[in-house]
């Protein structure tokens, strides 16, 4: 089973526990992202928004991938309505360990 899929599951049995934020404007919604090297993706996820699991090939990339999923995956949970308007905090927290070759 893949990373992503792992990540699915384990948030698709924590979506049963969601419970609403009392105020939108004042959360900030965690997101992990970290380097699959053997994939070449940066990969993203959150326990905070249930259901987010998706890759990129840039940062850039899965930045924007965010932006366009965290409202439909709220709205999905019941934690917006349909005619929310406001604005959504995220803090996109990446990791990448790379090794650096020295040759003499």
Known sequence: MSYIEEAMRANA????????E???????????AFWDADA???V????????????ADTIEA?????????PDLLLSNHLISA????AIAIQLTSHRQELIEVAL
């Open 40 to 42: 070449a993706v940066w």
């Open 83 to 86: 005619d929310y308007v406001g």
């Open 44 to 55: 993203a996820t959150s326990e905070d928004v249930l259901g987010l699991a998706t890759e």
């Open 13 to 20: 049995q924590a979506n049963a526990n969601a419970q609403p």
């Open 22 to 32: 009392t105020s939108m404007e004042s959360a900030i919604y965690q997101v992990s």
């Open 62 to 70: 899965l930045s924007q991938k965010l932006r366009d999923m965290i």
